[in-house]
C-alpha cells in the first residue's frame, strides 16, 4: 500500500471517529435538554400547586375574616338598638321620681317595665339599686320586687359595675344633686357596657345602664345611681 492510501485510510478513519462523537454529543446535550426540560416542568407544577394551596388557605382565612366581621357588625348593631330602648325610659325625669327618689312600684310594673317588654321586647328586666339590691325582676310582663340582692358570683354583677363605672365618667353638676351628660352609642362601645351573659341556662344579649335625669327637674343624689339592666335571648 502506498504512503497516499495510508494517509487517506486515516483521514477516513478519522473522520468516522469525529462524526461518531458529533453524533454522541448532540446525543448528551438532547438528554440533559430533555432532563432540564422535565426538571422545569416539575418545578413549575410544585409552585403552582405550593401558590393554588395558599391561595385557598387566605381565601379561607378572608372569608372566615369577613364572616366575622359581619356577625360582628350584627351584633353591635344589636347592641345599640337595645340601648336606645333602655334610653328612652331610663334617661328620664319620671323615672328619676318614681324609682331613684321613691320607689313606686304600680310606675315600675304598669309604665317601666310593660314598655320594656310590650313595646320593646326585652325578655328579661332588672332594677339594681345602689346598695346592689334587686328592686325589680321582670320576665316579660311578670314582675318580682325585693327579690334579694346581686352578688358579685352573678354573672349580672360585672355588667351593672360597668354601668355604674360610665356614670361616674360622665356625672355632671346640677342644682342640688348630679346628673349624667348624654353618651353616644358609638362611644358606649369604647367603654362596653353589654355582652353575652348566661341567665337560667340561657345565652342572652345583655345591655346595662344607669337611670338618669333628662331635663333636670329631677336630680340624683350623691352615690351610686339605680341601673337597668336588660336582657334578649
Do not use: C
Not at 91 to 97: F, G, L, T
Not at 126 to 137: K, M, Q, R
Amino acid at each position: 500500500m502506498t504512503g497516499i492510501n495510508i494517509k487517506a485510510l486515516r483521514k477516513a478513519t478519522l473522520r468516522r471517529h469525529g462524526d461518531t462523537n458529533d453524533v454522541s454529543s448532540k446525543v448528551n446535550i438532547a438528554r440533559l435538554a430533555f432532563l432540564l426540560a422535565s426538571f422545569l416542568i416539575v418545578l413549575a407544577s410544585v409552585s403552582l400547586i405550593f401558590i393554588g394551596r395558599f391561595a385557598s388557605k387566605e381565601a379561607d382565612r378572608q372569608a372566615v375574616t369577613n364572616q366575622q366581621s359581619l356577625l360582628e357588625t350584627a351584633l353591635n348593631g344589636r347592641f345599640i338598638l337595645i340601648a336606645r330602648d333602655q334610653l328612652s325610659l331610663a334617661r328620664w325625669d319620671k323615672s328619676v321620681r318614681k324609682i331613684s327618689l321613691r320607689f313606686d312600684k304600680d310606675f315600675v310594673a304598669d309604665e317601666f317595665i310593660d314598655s320594656l317588654w310590650f313595646d320593646f321586647g326585652l325578655d328579661r328586666n332588672l332594677l339594681i339599686g345602689p346598695d346592689n339590691s334587686v328592686l325589680a325582676d321582670s320576665r316579660e310582663a311578670t314582675v318580682a320586687f325585693n327579690v334579694g340582692a346581686l352578688t358579685k358570683e352573678s354573672p349580672l354583677y360585672r355588667i351593672v359595675e360597668l354601668a355604674r363605672d360610665q356614670y361616674f365618667r360622665n356625672r355632671i353638676n346640677l342644682s342640688e344633686g348630679y346628673g349624667q351628660q348624654p353618651v353616644q352609642f358609638v362611644k358606649t362601645f369604647e367603654n362596653p357596657v353589654h355582652g353575652f351573659v348566661n341567665l337560667n341556662d340561657n345565652v342572652a344579649l345583655v345591655h346595662a345602664m344607669a337611670v338618669v335625669p333628662d331635663d333636670g327637674r329631677y336630680v340624683l343624689p350623691d352615690g351610686n345611681p339605680v341601673v337597668l339592666v336588660s336582657a334578649q335571648y
